[in-house]
DNA sequence: TGAGTGACTGTAA
DNA sequence: CTTACAGCCACTC
């Protein structure tokens, strides 16, 4: 019952994210695009459910720039806190100027 | 094998 | 602004 062997796909995902740069966030579908899921947005959210401290899941959000994870840390604003301190701007759970952060991942094609 | 679920997205009312 | 429905893929029971 230990997918490890298939956590390839979880993989990808935190892979994208960790590139993530401090100070920027991505979406699930530009992740989910990336990936070639360009549907499969639930997927990334749900490959951040099993992802490890490595990655920054802070700084993923939905199109709106809404904070709509940050349940899955704690349910308080521990995800708010985290994108302030490095340096992104959060409002009521939004990200303020979204647009301008928002960081796209590199189209990484299936071998 | 089939049904249920989900850290999403888009459209509609 | 909210609520609702449909579509999508992967995983669990």
Redesign the pocket.
């Known amino acids: ?1 230990n ?1 490890s062997d ?1 956590n390839n ?1 979880f993989e990808r995902v935190w892979a994208l994210v960790r590139k993530v740069p401090v100070g920027n966030v991505t ?3 530009a992740l989910a695009e990336a990936l070639s ?1 360009r ?8 490959a ?2 099993g ?1 490890p401290p490595d990655v920054p ?1 802070h700084r ?1 959000v ?3 720039g809404m904070l ?2 940050k ?3 704690g349910g308080n604003e521990t995800m708010a806190q985290l994108l302030r301190s490095e340096g992104v701007e959060v409002d009521e759970d939004r990200i303020v100027n979204f647009k301008n952060i928002l960081w796209q991942p590199p189209f990484n094609p299936i071998s």
């Open positions: 019952m997918q298939n796909y979406t699930y579908g899921l549907a499969g947005a639930r997927m990334v959210g749900w951040l459910n992802c899941a993923v939905n199109r709106l709509s994870g349940v899955h840390f």
